[in-house]
């Protein structure tokens, strides 16, 4: 398809030449203004909210019993009861905290380490990269689940900051293998050169020429490990590993299922902590697909970006679609040799 080039018009909006200073400045927000992004960070957001004001907004007690056996949903209970009589809303509410802040703190210990092993290794290389990468390697083939497991089970107590650790430790060896790869890409380039060469410490190349061009492969590996953590935390209080006293939505499955809820016909018993994982798990991928596109200029302009051709057509761009430019009607057009010659 030939498009002249004079009168190529770019009609995004907000990202033409000749865009004004405020949409410039606007553009900043980008990774904000992607809608997966937003969505994904609101629903992370209304998580946290509700992991730190839960306890104190829950209706009841969730140990509390009452005489209101496996009862449906409705205007006391919005989710129903158990067979004690508990109020699974408020156990889904008060489980909240658990969850995201084994979450969480899995996923900043994993980063910190990744960061500092991959990092490190990638751009000091010689023995200090063999010696790191040996290191991850040890950890990469660790069973992350079984050794939970055995930890959990030789500590009595072992609460949500012990299994957050214990995930987060043996959950930094794929990121490390990941940056320090990107690194090794890194060291040699240009601006990094330059700064080595205007005399600047290793640890602020680093920090100020490195970092910042891992930042997308740093948060979506932060992100992976989230997911992981909190599946990993749902499995263990699921199948009974770690403390059924202290609420979390693997416990209310754990209960739901030990009490044969699905036999019973309580569906509300499990559905709604079944539903509270897949709207978190949703929320992270959003956020991990956002990442994506926020660092791949092909993933955040394909399908929209369009241009507009003499006659007034509009074309749209698409991923892997690459238009012909053709001259304009009045340059003249070089003399072809006849295939006979």
Same mark, same amino acid.
């Given at each position: 398809?030939? %498009?002249?080039?004079s009168?190529?018009?770019?009609?995004?909006?907000k990202?033409?030449?000749m !865009?004004?200073?405020a949409?410039?400045?606007? +553009?900043?927000? +980008?990774?904000l203004s992607?809608?997966? !992004?937003s969505?994904g960070?609101?629903?992370?957001?209304?998580?946290?909210?509700?992991?730190?004001?839960?306890?104190?907004?829950?209706?009841y007690?969730p140990?509390?019993?009452? *005489?209101?056996l /496996?009862?449906?949903p409705?205007a006391q209970?919005w989710?129903g009861?158990t067979?004690?009589g508990?109020?699974?809303?408020s156990?889904?509410?008060?489980g909240?905290?658990g969850?995201?802040?084994v979450?969480l703190?899995a996923?900043?210990?994993?980063?910190?380490l990744?960061?500092?092993?991959?990092v490190?290794a990638?751009y000091? @290389?010689?023995l200090? =990269? =063999?010696? /790191?990468s040996?290191? &991850?390697n040890v950890? /990469?083939? %660790?069973?992350?689940?079984?050794?939970?497991?055995?930890?959990?089970?030789?500590?009595? =107590?072992? @609460?949500?900051?012990?299994?957050?650790l214990?995930?987060g430790?043996?959950?930094? !060896?794929w *990121?490390?293998?990941v940056?320090?790869?990107?690194t090794?890409?890194?060291?040699?380039?240009?601006?990094?050169?330059?700064? +080595?060469?205007t @005399?600047?410490s290793?640890?602020?190349?680093i920090?100020f020429e490195?970092?910042?061009?891992l930042?997308?492969?740093?948060?979506?590996?932060?992100?992976?490990?989230v997911?992981?953590a909190v599946?990993s935390? %749902?499995?263990?209080?699921f199948?009974?590993? #770690?403390?059924?006293? #202290?609420?979390?939505?693997?416990?209310?499955l754990?209960?739901a299922?030990?009490?044969?809820a699905? !036999?019973?016909g309580?569906?509300?018993?499990?559905? $709604?902590?079944?539903?509270?994982?897949a709207?978190l *798990?949703?929320?992270?991928? /959003?956020?991990?697909?956002?990442? =994506?596109?926020?660092? &791949?200029?092909?993933?955040? #302009?394909? *399908?929209?970006?369009? %241009?507009?051709?003499?006659d007034?057509?509009?074309?749209?761009m698409?991923?892997?679609?690459t $238009?012909?430019?053709? $001259?304009?009607?009045?340059?003249?057009?070089?003399? +072809?040799?006849?295939?006979?010659?």
């Amino acid at each position: 398809m030939a %498009i002249p080039t004079s009168s190529i018009e770019q009609v995004i909006p907000k990202q033409g030449a000749m !865009a004004q200073p405020a949409a410039a400045r606007r +553009r900043r927000w +980008r990774f904000l203004s992607n809608r997966k !992004a937003s969505i994904g960070l609101a629903l992370v957001t209304g998580y946290g909210l509700l992991a730190v004001i839960g306890p104190w907004i829950a209706p009841y007690d969730p140990d509390a019993r009452s *005489g209101e056996l /496996l009862q449906p949903p409705s205007a006391q209970h919005w989710f129903g009861t158990t067979h004690l009589g508990q109020d699974v809303f408020s156990q889904v509410l008060v489980g909240t905290r658990g969850v995201m802040v084994v979450g969480l703190l899995a996923g900043v210990v994993a980063t910190i380490l990744s960061v500092l092993v991959g990092v490190t290794a990638g751009y000091l @290389g010689g023995l200090s =990269d =063999d010696g /790191l990468s040996a290191l &991850s390697n040890v950890f /990469l083939v %660790i069973p992350a689940l079984p050794l939970i497991i055995i930890v959990t089970s030789t500590i009595t =107590d072992a @609460g949500d900051l012990v299994v957050a650790l214990v995930i987060g430790f043996t959950s930094w !060896a794929w *990121g490390a293998r990941v940056l320090r790869a990107q690194t090794l890409s890194l060291r040699r380039r240009d601006y990094v050169e330059a700064a +080595r060469a205007t @005399g600047e410490s290793t640890w602020r190349i680093i920090v100020f020429e490195i970092l910042p061009n891992l930042t997308a492969i740093i948060a979506s590996g932060f992100v992976g490990t989230v997911i992981f953590a909190v599946m990993s935390e %749902i499995t263990l209080a699921f199948i009974g590993i #770690s403390s059924v006293s #202290s609420w979390n939505w693997g416990t209310i499955l754990f209960w739901a299922q030990s009490q044969q809820a699905l !036999a019973q016909g309580a569906w509300w018993w499990f559905v $709604p902590a079944g539903l509270a994982i897949a709207l978190l *798990g949703t929320a992270l991928a /959003l956020i991990n697909f956002g990442i =994506d596109e926020f660092v &791949s200029p092909r993933l955040r #302009s394909g *399908g929209r970006a369009r %241009i507009r051709t003499a006659d007034g057509r509009t074309v749209r761009m698409r991923v892997g679609f690459t $238009p012909v430019l053709a $001259p304009p009607a009045d340059v003249p057009q070089p003399r +072809r040799r006849p295939e006979n010659e």
